[in-house]
């Protein structure tokens, strides 16, 4: 292979880059609020005792962990448009898109750990008369958290990485503005190499701080 790697065109595209890499970011954190409060409320939908609320929140669950995430972006832009007649900023339905996969995802986790809540947690609540609501906020949210928290930090990171998805539907993202910068030059390998290695240097860290957060529970409960 005759080829000649110039990475000049792509550094010279660098602001675009940047600018692609914030709009991926600002998907991400707001997915990401979205994923942990619905997947929350989710997940005591799953766990409670009537199928009126156990029964939508596991279809829900089962339907976005169970069909692709592309399939899931491209049906919220062009699907709930015509169904709903809602017209939205494309920017709002990609955080939509990816909020309620991620919201899906995370209510497992915070199902796991709110059903590894000791049982003499909820008794002693009871045996005070707390109310159940303050019983969530007080007992079950704090200790789910820190149970699931390595679990909603990979979500997240995988969120992050499942935003370049939108750049099919023209959302100006990380790798939409990498793809439109390839095109332009006519440097494929140097462009996406380097999109790849900006995703790389921003989920890498934050995989290891997952991995020490787990070592460090994996030694508090042995």
Known sequence: M?????FFYVWKSL???WDGLLVSLQLTVMANVIGLTFGFAIALMLVA???LLKAPATALVEVFRCTPVLIQVVWFFYCVPILFNLFVDPMVMGVLALGVNLAAFN???Y???IQSVPREQYDACAALGIRKWVRVRHVILPHALRAALPVLMTNGITIFQQSALVALVAIPDLMYEGKMIATETYRPIETYTVVALIYFAISAPISFFVQRIE???DRVQA
Not at 2 to 6: G, I, P
């Open 49 to 51: 005792k009537k199928p």
């Open 215 to 217: 070592a460090k529970f």
């Open 2 to 6: 005759n080829y000649d790697l110039q």
């Open 107 to 109: 209510a497992e986790g």
């Open 15 to 17: 602001d675009k880059l």
């Open 111 to 113: 199902r796991a750990a």
